[in-house]
T-cell receptor, first 114, second 112 residues
Framework: DAGITQSPRHKVTETGTPVTLRCHQTENHRYMYWYRQDPGHGLRLIHYSYGVKDTDKGEVSDGYSVSRSKTEDFLLTLESATSSQTSVYFC?????????????FGPGTRLTVL | KQEVTQIPAALSVPEGENLVLNCSFTDSAIYNLQWFRQDPGKGLTSLLLIQSSQREQTSGRLNASLDKSSGRSTLYIAASQPGDSATYLCAVRRGMGNQFYFGTGTSLTVIP
């Protein structure tokens, strides 16, 4: 448990509406990630952050934006939600130290776009 | 782009059996490989991490091996139990980059 929470845990929204998902960590890790998980595709990286205001795109970034104004919070925004963005979204942190360099995941947010 | 494949997609075994899950990747220039467990409706739990310089890692009944040259990793589970039922995913970190690439997972069912 790396002290990662995600909110909301479930959300149903309509096509065209903006949606923001929040990831919060309590351990001051530098790296944070947003993934989506879909059947047949596994987890795919959307965006990641390597510090406050420092972000970069992942494999499937189109239609998503992120912001990180504080170390502990990493926000994922769908500017205008589409049905193809129905998915389970996971936030992760990267814990580094000594010989370890691992990822720890939050509980996920299930998003349904109607 | 790194492609990570896990075969089989699903596996069902009787309790007590030893089993092997497979993970293959296309680019051998990896920094490390990590095995995760995911229970239905839950997030991912880290099981084992193997650095690129290592050949294997062990934790309890789990043993993960890595053969970089052939682009393969295996997760060995000894004396399987119904509580081992879950989806197992592998992920590779390519080089010194910040991206991790995941396989689609193997869904394991251990029958009592």
């Amino acid at each position: 448990d790396a002290g990662i929470t995600q909110s909301p845990r479930h959300k149903v929204t309509e096509t065209g509406t903006p949606v923001t998902l929040r990831c919060h960590q309590t351990e001051n890790h530098r790296y944070m990630y947003w993934y989506r998980q879909d059947p047949g595709h596994g987890l795919r990286l959307i965006h990641y952050s390597y510090g406050v205001k420092d972000t970069d795109k992942g494999e499937v970034s189109d239609g998503y934006s992120v912001s990180r104004s504080k170390t502990e919070d990493f926000l994922l925004t769908l500017e205008s939600a589409t049905s193809s963005q129905t998915s389970v979204y996971f936030c992760a942190i990267r814990r580094q130290g000594g010989s370890t360099d691992t990822q720890y995941f939050g509980p996920g947010t299930r998003l349904t776009v109607l | 782009k790194q492609e990570v494949t896990q075969i089989p997609a699903a596996l069902s075994v009787p309790e007590g059996e030893n089993l092997v899950l497979n993970c293959s990747f296309t680019d051998s220039a990896i920094y490390n490989l990590q095995w995760f467990r995911q229970d239905p409706g839950k997030g991912l739990t880290s099981l084992l991490l193997i650095q690129s310089s290592q050949r294997e890692q062990t934790s309890g009944r789990l043993n993960a091996s890595l053969d970089k040259s052939s682009g393969r990793s295996t997760l060995y589970i000894a004396a399987s139990q119904p509580g081992d039922s879950a989806t197992y995913l592998c992920a590779v970190r390519r080089g010194m980059g910040n991206q991790f690439y995941f396989g689609t997972g193997t869904s394991l069912t251990v029958i009592p």
